[in-house]
């Protein structure tokens, strides 16, 4: 009876020892992943501050085109420098409601799923500032995971950076063509001269681009992107004369 007694007692002693090395175990992972998060975040905010101030100098999308064997063709140009058109038919084309959402229009996401629910090409609700947010700190592609660091860079840069600075990178870093980013670098390729000189028709060519710009071309455009410039160039008009690129001013 002592033997068997002892024997119970040193189970309960094993259970209570391996029950200790399990909650060791659960706070050193927990401990892990709280200075994880916590690093994530204070070097997210910082990249995201030193981006205010400096160009991106190149993006994972950029570096996907060099292991492709594609040349970069990037020319930065500030947005005091470009032509306000080129501006407005990005908001235009991309997002109407630029200058008034926080980073998310929810009508643009909730029409965009109920059309991909529909079946058919899949369309985003993506606003010009999720883009940028994706364009310059993530990669292309879908996902929950990459979703939602698309989220929180688009909180961040919408509190640090602002409207006309969202504006800028975005003009900046947008893919306009194979190896080609910016509406400054897209502009010397289609049209033989710099982002300061665009008409209402180049600025929303390049624009109408911006969606597929691997498979666009604004020079001489046929079928749906030459309709879709067309439209987004009497949409510029729009955009003047109804003040929705005030933010940028």
């Known amino acids: 009876m002592q033997v068997r007694l002892a024997a119970e007692v040193l189970r309960c002693l094993g259970r209570a020892m391996a029950a200790r090395r399990n909650r060791r175990n659960v706070r050193w992972v927990a401990g892990k992943i709280g200075r994880g998060l916590l690093y994530f975040v204070i070097g ?3 990249w995201v501050v030193v981006y205010k101030f400096v160009p991106p100098p190149i993006t994972l999308t950029m570096v996907g085109d060099v292991l492709a ?5 990037k020319d930065w140009m500030s947005l005091s420098d470009m032509d306000p058109d080129m501006a407005r038919a990005a908001i235009a084309g991309e997002d109407g409601k630029f200058c008034t959402h926080g980073g998310f229009d929810r009508e643009a996401i909730l029409k965009a799923a109920a059309r991909n629910a529909r079946g058919g090409r899949i369309r985003g609700g993506s606003t010009i500032s999720q883009q940028t947010a ?13 979703k939602g660091l698309e989220a929180w860079f688009t909180l961040l840069i919408e509190t640090v950076w602002g409207k006309r600075r969202i504006m800028e990178v975005y003009l900046n870093i947008a893919e306009t063509g194979i190896g080609t980013y910016g509406a400054n670098a897209g502009a010397q390729r289609y049209f033989g001269h710099d982002a300061s000189s665009l008409t209402p028709t180049e600025s929303a060519r390049i624009a109408a681009i911006l969606p597929l710009p691997k498979k666009r071309e604004a020079v001489s455009p046929t079928g749906f992107t030459r309709r879709h410039g067309n439209r987004l160039a ?10 929705l690129d005030a933010c940028l001013k």
Request: proline share 0%; charged share 15%.
């Open 69 to 73: 064997g594609h040349s970069l063709h």
């Open 44 to 46: 997210s905010i910082l």
């Open 234 to 243: 009497a949409n510029v008009g729009v955009v003047r004369r109804d003040a």
């Open 134 to 146: 994706k364009n310059a700190f993530l990669w292309q592609g879908g996902g929950f995971f990459r």
